[in-house]
């Protein structure tokens, strides 16, 4: 990833398989509990130490709370090349410094089977951490610094969640925007006046997507579908496919906190009243893994990575992330092919549900329903009549 400040000002990471390090000189970063180094080259006639160090000496209160000990192995290591690292390109240094120790997290992380959400979020103190999720734009930031008084301060940008529920906190420099200048601001969270946390044994509490409510409203919380919320959550993970059956991952995760949630942001001089609801539970509706646990010569396409049923229909995540929502019918046949139906007795069923199809019969009807999904590679040839 390569990002211009100006004709030779670029901020670039990159990635050495033998794990050497170049001449230079070295950051030491703990990042959600994650210990790596991170090799820091610079514009020798435009590097300004001071700046550097200030840069990267907000990142403090984001070290302290990890854990120390290194992870890494032998694992590549992380390069950022700097380009003018001067008082006249600090703030886009800054903002891009952000970005990039971000992914060279995520990087490390990918490998850990943990869900790592485009999200921030919030600890009661107890340590049960309300998830907030939305894409950039979507108003995280600030949702997170307003109910970040009463609530310690976990991440404004992103949220690791392992197997076992516990959150890897990230409490990063907030990136803000402010009038007048060109890029995001980075601030530590302790100058905004926010609750900083006291324990890095934090665990999931709640998930919630974020959306934008009417100007001036007072703003809700309520619940939300667990198919709507997989597809709105799978839009805003990294490294998904990583993740050992991924939908049944994040399904378990509703079961554990009572049910996905939706808050409607409306006027900022409300969200901090809201913050108590997004820890309330809700009734966590009814799912079932439909995934063979030996694919060998299964009905199971080569592309899909995961699949559940849900009240709304059959889920299918393939390799390169996308969820496919399949169809009444078409649900009905994966979930058949999954308790071990022929494909002839499956369309009986289906006939008896739906009635008997216009103008052609079950069996054409089922059949174009199959090779729809074989062209995607959700099924595979081994589902035959």
Request: contains cysteine; proline residues 4%.
């Amino acid at each position: 990833m390569t990002s211009e400040f100006g004709a030779d000002t670029t901020i670039r990471t990159a990635f050495f398989d033998n794990g050497a390090i170049p001449d230079g000189f070295s950051l030491h970063a703990v990042v959600m509990g994650i210990s790596t180094l991170v090799r820091v080259v610079a514009h020798p006639e435009h590097f300004d130490a001071r700046i550097f160090r200030e840069m990267t000496s907000i990142w403090s209160p984001a070290s302290e709370v990890g854990d120390q000990s290194s992870v890494m192995g032998n694992e590549s290591l992380p390069l950022i090349t700097m380009g003018k690292c001067n008082d006249v390109n600090a703030e886009a240094v800054a903002s891009e410094f952000s970005t990039v120790v971000t992914r060279v997290s995520l990087h490390v992380l990918k490998k850990a089977n943990q869900l790592l959400l485009h999200a921030g979020g919030i600890a009661d103190d107890h340590g049960n951490v309300a998830v907030i999720v939305g894409p950039s734009g979507r108003g995280k930031t600030t949702t997170i610094r307003e109910m970040a008084r009463e609530y310690s301060y976990v991440s404004d940008e992103t949220i690791a969640i392992d197997a076992e529920g516990r959150v890897l906190p990230y409490p990063k420099p907030l990136s803000v925007i402010v009038s007048e200048h060109k890029h995001k601001q980075q601030i530590p969270s302790a100058q905004l006046g926010m609750k900083q946390l006291e324990s890095n044994q934090l665990r999931i509490g709640s998930i919630v997507i974020l959306e934008r409510g009417k100007s001036g409203s007072k703003g809700d919380v309520e619940p939300v579908s667990l198919a709507e919320a997989l597809n709105l959550i799978s839009s805003q993970s990294s490294y998904l496919t990583f993740v050992t059956h991924p939908l049944a991952f994040i399904a378990r995760l509703m079961n554990e906190t009572g049910g996905f949630k939706r808050l409607t942001a409306g006027s900022v001089d409300f969200l901090a009243s809201l913050a108590p609801k997004l820890w309330e539970p809700y009734h966590a509706e009814q799912w079932e893994h439909v995934m063979p646990s030996d694919r060998r010569n299964s009905f199971v396409g080569s592309e899909v990575v995961d699949a559940l049923s849900t009240i709304d229909g059959v889920l299918v995540m393939t390799s390169e992330g996308k969820l496919h929502t399949l169809s009444a019918i078409a649900s009905d046949i994966w979930r058949g092919l999954f308790r071990g139906a022929r494909l002839e007795n499956i369309g009986q069923k289906i006939e008896s549900e739906f009635g008997t199809p216009l103008n052609t019969s079950i069996h054409n009807a089922v059949s174009e329903y199959v090779e729809e999904l074989k062209a995607l590679r959700i099924i595979s040839d081994v589902a035959e009549f």
